[in-house]
T-cell receptor
Framework: AQTVTQSQPEMSVQEAETVTLSCTYDTSESDYYLFWYKQPPSRQMILVIR??????QNATENRFSVNFQKAAKSFSLKISDSQLGDAAMYFCAYRRSQGGSEKLVFGKGTKLTVNP | NAGVMQNPRHLVRRRGQEARLRCSPMKGHSHVYWYRQLPEEGLKFMVYLQKENIIDESGMPKERFSAEFPKEGPSILRIQQVVRGDSAAYFCASSPRAGGRSEQYFGPGTRLTVT
């Protein structure tokens, strides 16, 4: 079974600085998707960024980028120029690419605090 | 295009009562997923449905929990004879198709409190 591990229960960053959130996963599949979701205090799950395992290029979305290391099964999220609105729980998630279950497998999350 | 709708947003039930959680997927989406989030935890998959079919219920507790997605109307997650351990946030997500790059869009969740 696939598992996702986020080893940092909490992180903090100063406004305008850069922070990196860690995620590792375990799978025997070769093709899959990885995601970072943001959950602010409203509890709404918001997709931040997606990475397809067959793509070597790291995904980027404005201030958000990932460092995808397939061999190491590592998928970290970098937030540049942190803003107060970035404060939230961040969840790393895995999903198989084709066939079988469509379920997302989530890590336990990292609580990010942004200090003014 | 309205997002995924869930109601109620908050639900309080006494032990032994039934809880019914509703999810209306985004327009054009025929795939629905239910997840449960316990306090201080990530989301855990419960069940995946297409119209009138349960595709994967590997995350559903064997007793007291059931889900449906009828041809017309919202998807329903039903919890019979609730216990305190059922207190959690229940999230519904929908997608237009299965597999590939298809993204799951989440609703705002229903927070169930069992007293």
């Amino acid at each position: 079974a696939q598992t996702v591990t986020q080893s940092q229960p909490e992180m903090s960053v100063q406004e305008a600085e850069t922070v990196t959130l860690s995620c590792t996963y375990d799978t025997s599949e070769s093709d899959y998707y990885l995601f970072w979701y943001k959950q602010p205090p409203s509890r709404q799950m918001i997709l931040v960024i997606r990475q397809e395992a067959y793509k070597q290029q790291n995904a980027t979305e404005n201030r958000f980028s990932v460092n995808f290391q397939k061999a190491a099964k590592s998928f970290s999220l970098k937030i540049s120029d942190s803003q107060l609105g970035d404060a939230a729980m961040y969840f790393c998630a895995y999903r198989r690419s084709q066939g079988g279950s469509e379920k997302l497998v989530f890590g336990k999350g990292t609580k990010l605090t942004v200090n003014p | 295009n309205a997002g995924v709708m869930q109601n109620p947003r908050h639900l309080v039930r006494r032990r032994g009562q039934e809880a019914r959680l509703r999810c209306s997927p985004m327009k054009g989406h025929s795939h629905v997923y239910w997840y449960r989030q316990l306090p201080e935890e990530g989301l855990k998959f419960m069940v995946y449905l297409q119209k009138e079919n349960i595709i994967d219920e590997s995350g559903m507790p064997k007793e007291r929990f059931s889900a449906e997605f009828p041809k017309e109307g919202p998807s329903i997650l039903r919890i019979q004879q609730v216990v305190r351990g059922d207190s959690a946030a229940y999230f519904c997500a929908s997608s237009p198709r299965a597999g590939g790059r298809s993204e799951q869009y989440f609703g705002p969740g229903t927070r169930l409190t069992v007293t």
